[in-house]
């Protein structure tokens, strides 16, 4: 079943790709770069997926504090 699956995915990608050959340019302060939209597409969703894996990580570092358990009154009032 995977392998099927990642075959269908790797045409569906080879699909995309040649449907998306136009080079683009992408201008940001003081650069200019002349790239292919679906790589640009690529390297946008590979950002994504880094960015989302460090903000992951972190919000597994920050481990919320557990309230403290009441005492249990019933074996103090029968002592």
Not at 39 to 46: A, K, N, Q
Request: charged share 15%.
């Amino acid at each position: 079943m995977r392998f099927i699956t990642g075959i269908v995915f790797g045409i569906l990608m080879v699909i995309f790709i040649f449907q998306n050959i136009d080079v683009v340019v992408i201008n940001f302060l003081f650069w200019s770069v002349s790239i292919s939209r679906a790589l640009m597409i690529f390297l946008i969703f590979l950002m994504g997926i880094v960015l989302g894996a460090i903000l992951s990580s972190i919000k597994k570092g920050k481990k919320l504090p557990r309230p403290k358990p009441e005492p249990d009154l019933q074996k103090s009032e029968s002592v």
